[in-house]
């Protein structure tokens, strides 16, 4: 039971692009907002380096080098679940409003099996794409956008 003016393309093609941007814009910008960026520099620095001292210490064998490592171990696990933990605040976040848009929301919008969108260029025949593939594929690349503008990549600002 889609709506009539979102039943056909690009009508649909452009509705689903805009709430893939949207929901990867509001995602992006709480995280940006919900994370200290340079506390997860330094986290994220710290872990670095100690894999490395743990990589040198099992190649060389030095003794020395590997139970210091194997002291600061626990302490570096630490960190990699503090870094988890901020990095799911925003899943947790938006864990219910995504589930409320694809179960309730987008159903009564757009026939969820019908094709929304063509991707012409690949092949003879151009490819059909349905709700669900569509929004994934626009949602990755607006998450790849927001994500830089943001400054939320794995090199930071």
Partial sequence: MAVDWLSTIPNSTFF?????????????????????????????????????????????????LMAKVKKQEKHVMQLQ???????????????IPMLLLWYVLLPQLVEVGATVAYLPWLGSDPLQLNVILWYLLCSFLAGIIFNRLFGLGLGGD
């Fill in 16 to 64: 689903v692009l805009l709430i893939s941007f949207g929901i990867s814009f509001a995602t992006s910008l709480s995280n940006r907002l919900l994370t200290n960026r340079e506390q997860l520099k330094e986290w994220n620095k710290e872990i670095s380096q100690w894999r490395s001292e743990s990589l040198k210490a099992t190649r060389s064998g030095d003794k020395k």
């Fill in 81 to 95: 679940s503090k870094m988890m933990w901020q990095s799911m605040k925003t899943t947790f976040l938006w864990f």
